[in-house]
C-alpha cells in the first residue's frame, strides 16, 4: 500500500517524515507533501456574479447556492504541484495531517473537496510533535469516515459559511447606509464593541473626592491602623462627605475598644495547566507580549523545537492516558537550572497522589488537546532566544507548581469602636510559600499584635487621607483576552451565557490574537504599551452599527455556536443553513432599514441615552424627557419613574445607583400638607419607595431610648425594641443580626407577641396570607433566631 501524508505546514512534514524515516513505524510507503496553513479561500461576491462588483443594496443579501474555494494568489501553485502529486503518484490512500481540531478539517476538506479527490482519507492525530507521539499517530490512523470526524468536517464548513455571509453581507449593508467602508465580523465586532464602552467609561468618568478616617492604634509597642467604617452598612471605608469625614475625626477619643476578632487561614492551590489562552495571558502580564506574539512563540516551540505540546489548545487538563508519562516530562525540567531542585525533591508517590485527581487529570474536559505542558524532549537553553526561553520556562512552572504545596496565608480581621463608631484592622501573614517560590511573589506581611476581644487600647494618633475614585482600568492583552472568553457573563439569557461559556466566549484560542491585529489594522484601537485604547475612529464605527444591534453582542454567537456544537456532537436537529439564510435575510434589510432612519440626509439621530437594566423585564432603561423608563415601557411593560417627585429630583447617577440596588443620598421631600423631610430612596419591586430606616439600618441612640424594650434577644442577649416597622436588638447591626419585620405575610406581630416569643412562648394566633392567595392560621415562635410557624388545624 502507499500513501500520500498532507501536513498543514512545512515543519510539521518535515518531522513526521524524519520519524517515519528513521523509525518505520508502519509498513506502507509514504510520500510527503504540505499546505502552507490556510491554502484556499472562499469565493468573493463577484466570483460567483460580477455585478457584486459593485456594492448596491438591492443586491443584498448575497447567498451563494452552493459555496466554492479557490487557492490563495499565493498558493495557486502549490495546489496546483500537490494536485498533480494526488492524480499520478499512483497512491491508494491520502493522509490528514493538518491540525486535529476543527480548523485542520477545514484546511484539508477545502482543498480535497473542492478538487473532488476520491481517494480514501485516513486521519492523522497528534497533540506534539515528538517522536513517539508521531510514532503513535502513525500506527493509529483513523478512518476520515468516523462519525465524530464526519461530525467535525460539517462543523467547519459551516462555520466558514455562516463567517462569510456574515461578514460579506453585514460589511456591505452598513458600508452603504453609512457612505463610509465598516468591515464587521461575527467575534470582531463584539470585541470592538467591548474596547468602545471601556475607551466610554474612562472618557466619561468623573473623579470623586473621597475620604478614609485612619487610625494609629498600639499594643506592646507594636502600632497598626484601623480605618473607619462607614454606617449604615458598615463596610466601606470611604466618605464622600467632607462634613462628615471632619465630624467623625473630632468623634476621635484617645481610647478604642477591640469588639470582634476574625482568623481564617486561605489556602491557594496552583490553578490547572495552561490553555493557549492562559499561557496569553500570563505572557502578557510577566513579559508584556501582545497575544499575536505568545502564539508565535508557543507555535514555533511546538513545531520546531519540538519542546511544548500543541498549543492551540482549549483545554486546561491532561488526560489519564497520559499519568504514567508524566514524570519523563518533569524529568526534562531538571534541565531549567532554576527549577532544578524543586523537581528533584518530588518522589514518584507524590507526583502519582496529584494525578489520581481530577483537579489536573480529567478525560472528559478534554475535546481535542490535552493542556499545554513540555515535552520529553530535553531542551538547550543556550539555542532558545530569549523570547522562547520565557515561554517554555513559564510553561514548565506551570506543570511543576501543580506537584509542590499549596500556598497559605493567614488573614485576622478587627472590629473596634469608640463609642458607637466601628473601625476596621487587617491583618495578613504569610503561613506557607508552597508553589509561589517558582515566580517570586513576595507577598509583604501586614503584622497586627496579639489581641483580645474587649479590651481597650490607646489610640496613638489620627488622620483623614484624601483620595480620589479612580476609572476603569485600560484593557491589557490580558484583560481583552480574559473578557472575550468570559463575555457570556454580560448576557441576560441563562442559556446563552451557559453556550458561551460552554464555547470558551467569543473566538477560540488560534483565532482572538488575530482578531485584536485586525481591528489595531484597521486603526480601531492601538497599543500603548501594554494598555489598549479605542480611537475615535472605532467610537465611531459603533456609534454608526448601532450598539444595541446584535451583531454588537456576543449573543450571536452563543446562539449559533450552540447549533455548531450539537452538530459536532450528531446533537442537531433541523436545517442550519436554511436557519442561517433565514437570519441573514432578516438581519440585512433590518440593518438597511433601520440605518436608514439613524441617518436621514445624513443627519444624525439624537442619541438615547440607557441608565441601566428594567427591574422587571431585563431590558435596558432609557433616558426620556421627564421620566426614566424602560424600554418596552406599554409594551408590556410598566417600569417608569419621574425626573422630580415631591420635589425630589433624580440625576442619572441616582437612577443608575438605584437599579444597582443602592438607595440614593438623603433627598428634601415635601408633603401636601406643606411639611417637609429628608427621604432616601431605593427601587423595590418595580417602584420608586423610601427606605425604611428601621429595617436594615443603624437605629440612632437617641431612637433607642425612646423606644419599647421587650426583652432578651434570643441571639446575643442584649435587648428587643420595637421600632416602626420592625422588632430589632440594640446590638444590630454590628454586634449582633437579630431582626424580624412587624408585618409577616399580611398578618401585624404585635409588640405582646414578641414578648410572649422572647419569653420562648408562641404568639397569639394570626391569619398569614401566602403569594399563592392561600391563607392559613397559625401561632409563631422563635427559633435560633428565626421565625417559626406552628399551623392551628
Known amino acids: ?323 504514567p508519562e508524566i514524570p519523563k516530562h518533569l524529568e526534562v525540567i531538571k534541565n531549567v537550572p532554576e527549577l532544578k531542585l524543586y523537581v528533584e525533591k518530588l518522589t514518584e508517590p507524590e507526583i502519582m497522589k496529584v494525578l489520581s485527581t481530577k483537579k489536573y487529570v480529567d478525560d472528559a474536559k478534554i475535546a481535542d488537546h490535552h493542556a499545554i505542558i513540555v515535552t520529553q524532549d530535553k531542551p538547550d537553553l543556550s539555542k532558545l532566544t530569549q523570547d522562547e526561553k520565557n515561554i517554555y520556562i513559564l510553561v514548565a512552572k506551570k506543570l511543576l507548581s501543580i506537584f509542590l504545596p499549596p500556598y497559605i496565608i493567614s488573614k485576622t480581621e478587627v472590629i473596634l469602636s469608640i463609642q458607637k463608631e466601628f473601625y476596621r484592622a487587617n491583618g495578613k501573614v504569610e503561613v506557607q510559600k508552597g508553589f509561589s517560590v517558582l515566580y517570586g511573589n513576595a507577598m509583604k506581611d501586614t503584622i497586627l499584635p496579639p489581641l483580645v476581644e474587649k479590651e481597650i487600647l490607646p489610640v496613638t494618633g489620627s488622620k483623614l487621607e484624601a483620595k480620589k475614585t479612580t476609572p476603569p482600568a485600560r484593557y491589557t492583552d490580558r484583560t481583552i483576552l480574559d473578557a472575550m472568553q468570559n463575555a457570556g457573563k454580560t448576557l441576560k439569557v441563562k442559556e446563552q451565557r451557559e453556550i458561551l461559556k460552554e464555547a470558551a466566549g467569543l473566538g477560540t484560542p488560534a483565532t482572538r490574537s488575530g482578531i485584536l491585529d485586525k481591528i489595531e489594522k484597521n486603526k480601531w484601537m492601538v497599543r500603548k504599551g501594554k494598555s489598549i485604547y479605542a480611537t475615535d475612529l472605532g467610537i465611531s464605527v459603533i456609534k454608526v452599527i448601532g450598539e444595541d444591534r446584535d451583531i454588537c453582542s456576543p449573543a450571536l454567537t452563543a446562539v449559533w455556536e450552540k447549533k455548531l456544537r450539537e452538530i459536532e456532537d450528531d446533537k442537531f436537529i433541523g436545517d442550519f443553513r436554511k436557519e442561517l439564510n433565514e437570519y441573514i435575510i432578516k438581519e440585512t434589510q433590518s440593518i438597511i432599514a433601520e440605518t436608514k432612519e439613524i441617518n436621514p440626509g445624513g443627519k444624525e439621530k439624537k442619541e438615547i441615552k440607557e441608565v441601566g437594566v428594567c427591574p422587571i423585564c431585563g431590558e435596558k432603561v432609557l433616558v426620556g424627557k421627564n421620566f426614566y423608563l424602560c424600554k418596552n415601557y406599554k409594551n408590556p411593560c410598566r417600569f417608569i419613574i419621574p425626573k422630580n417627585y415631591m420635589g425630589a429630583k433624580f440625576s442619572e447617577s441616582d437612577v443608575k445607583g438605584m437599579l444597582n440596588g443602592k438607595s440614593t443620598k438623603p433627598k428634601k421631600i415635601k408633603f401636601k400638607d406643606g411639611k417637609e423631610a429628608e427621604k432616601e430612596f431605593v427601587i423595590q419591586d418595580g417602584y420608586l419607595q423610601f427606605v425604611k430606616k428601621s429595617g436594615g439600618h443603624t437605629i440612632s441612640d437617641e431612637n433607642k431610648s425612646k423606644m419599647r424594650k421587650l426583652g432578651k434577644c434570643p441571639k446575643c442577649g442584649s435587648q428587643v425594641l420595637s421600632a416602626t416597622d420592625f422588632f430589632v436588638c440594640t446590638g444590630y447591626p454590628m454586634e449582633c443580626s437579630f431582626t424580624i419585620k412587624k408585618v409577616i405575610k399580611d398578618a401585624r406581630i404585635t409588640d405582646e407577641d414578641m414578648e410572649k416569643m422572647l419569653k420562648g412562648e408562641h404568639s397569639d394566633v394570626h391569619t398569614f396570607t401566602w403569594k399563592n392567595g392561600k391563607k392559613g392560621n397559625a401561632t409563631i415562635y422563635i427559633d435560633d433566631g428565626m421565625i417559626k410557624f406552628d399551623f392551628v388545624k
Open 1 to 323: 500500500m502507499k500513501g500520500l501524508l498532507i501536513a498543514e505546514k512545512p515543519s510539521l512534514m518535515k518531522s513526521i517524515q524524519k520519524v517515519y524515516n528513521d523509525k518505520r513505524p508502519i509498513s506502507d510507503a509514504l510520500d510527503f507533501a504540505c499546505f502552507a496553513g490556510h491554502s484556499m479561500t472562499l469565493y468573493e461576491p463577484e466570483d460567483y456574479d460580477e455585478k457584486y462588483k459593485s456594492w448596491n443594496k438591492a443586491d443584498l443579501p448575497i447567498i451563494p447556492e452552493n459555496f466554492t474555494y479557490k487557492p490563495l494568489d499565493a498558493n495557486k501553485k502549490m495546489v496546483k504541484d500537490l494536485n498533480d502529486k494526488i492524480k499520478n503518484g499512483g497512491y491508494d490512500y491520502v493522509i490528514n495531517a493538518c491540525d486535529a481540531a476543527r480548523e485542520g478539517e477545514l484546511i484539508f476538506y477545502s482543498f480535497y473537496g473542492t478538487y473532488k479527490h476520491k481517494l480514501p482519507v485516513k486521519r492523522f492525530w497528534a497533540s506534539d510533535t515528538t517522536d513517539a507521539s508521531i510514532v503513535k499517530a502513525l500506527k493509529s490512523l483513523i478512518p476520515e469516515t468516523e462519525k465524530d470526524l464526519v461530525n467535525l468536517q460539517k462543523s467547519a464548513r459551516l462555520r466558514a459559511q455562516m463567517d462569510w455571509l456574515y461578514g460579506m453581507n453585514f460589511t456591505r449593508a452598513l458600508s452603504l447606509a453609512a457612505n463610509s467602508t465598516i468591515p464587521v465580523g461575527r467575534v470582531m465586532t463584539p470585541t470592538l464593541k467591548m474596547l468602545v464602552d471601556r475607551e466610554l467609561e474612562i472618557k466619561n468618568f468623573k473623579p470623586q473626592d473621597y475620604y478614609e478616617l485612619v487610625l494609629e492604634i498600639e499594643k506592646n509597642g507594636i502600632k497598626f491602623n484601623a480605618l473607619r467604617l462607614v454606617p449604615e452598612e458598615y463596610k466601606d471605608t470611604r466618605m464622600f462627605d467632607k462634613k462628615e469625614a471632619d465630624e467623625a475625626l473630632t468623634k476621635v477619643g484617645d481610647k478604642i475598644k477591640v469588639r470582634r476578632i476574625t482568623e481564617q487561614k486561605e489556602t491557594i492551590y496552583p490553578s490547572t495547566l495552561y490553555s493557549l489562552l492562559e499561557l496569553q495571558k500570563d505572557a502578557n502580564r510577566y513579559f508584556g507580549y501582545t497575544a499575536s506574539q505568545t502564539l508565535d512563540i508557543a507555535q514555533k516551540l511546538y513545531e520546531e523545537r519540538k519542546l511544548l505540546s500543541y498549543p492551540r489548545t482549549e483545554s486546561r487538563f491532561l488526560s489519564t492516558a497520559m499519568v
